[in-house]
């Protein structure tokens, strides 16, 4: 398997039309479907890996 040669800025179903990102504190719950618990160290991480990959598609030669 082949590493990619390049990411888009957007996902690119979210240029098609799809729906846009959804923020991680919408996709993770904890113990049951819908328990929110943003204050979980795992949330926190999740969402400096999410700005660290933007950042780093928005810095990226295109």
């Known amino acids: 398997m082949r590493p990619p040669s390049h990411f888009h800025a957007k996902p690119e179903l979210e240029t098609a039309g799809w729906l846009p990102r959804l923020p991680v504190e919408d996709l993770v719950y904890f113990e049951q479907w819908g328990q929110r618990d943003d204050q979980q160290p795992l949330i926190a991480h999740l969402r400096c890996d999410q700005a660290a990959a ?5 810095t990226a030669p295109a």
């Open 54 to 58: 933007q950042c780093s598609r928005q």
